[in-house]
């Protein structure tokens, strides 16, 4: 058996409401009824606890492949200009402006393949996990 209820809304959420109903395809009556069982249900505290802990480990993960992919970055970074300086000799004053010409043209070359690379969404990750396991498939 149900009881009739009537109450005033603030004209935003009942928008909000109407909205919601439609694109769920149930009646308000059936939303405001879920919504109201959520909030005064004992095990609500835990549900939205459970809920945040959730997210929070989500994010956690998220964090901790940020910091590998951003560490990958960071030593590949630091390998190639260690690499770069030990292996590169000492210019003569008489080429200098030659090879710098040269580099504009080779860094202009380095942000188009970059873009590139980006926008076809290739990963170093996945490449160096291929790279040291070729089993894996791509």
Do not use: C
């Not at 300086?85 to 970059?114: H, I, M, N, W």
Request: aromatic fraction near 6%; proline fraction near 6%.
């Amino acid at each position: 058996m149900r009881t009739k209820a009537t109450f005033r809304l603030p004209p935003e959420l009942i928008q909000r409401l109407t909205d919601y109903a439609a694109r769920k395809r149930v009646s308000q009556a059936v939303v405001v009824e879920a919504a109201l069982e959520s909030y005064l249900s004992p095990d609500g505290a835990e549900r939205l606890e459970a809920a945040l802990a959730r997210r929070l480990d989500r994010l956690s993960r998220a964090s901790e492949r940020l910091e590998r992919h951003i560490t990958i970055g960071n030593e590949a970074l630091a390998l190639f200009v260690r690499f770069w300086l030990t292996s590169t000799p000492p210019l003569p004053d008489a080429a200098l402006a030659a090879v710098q010409a040269k580099g504009r043209e080779r860094y202009v070359a380095f942000v188009e393949a970059l873009g590139r690379r980006l926008a076809q969404g290739q990963r170093l990750d996945v490449e160096l996990a291929t790279d040291m396991n070729p089993e894996v498939p791509r």
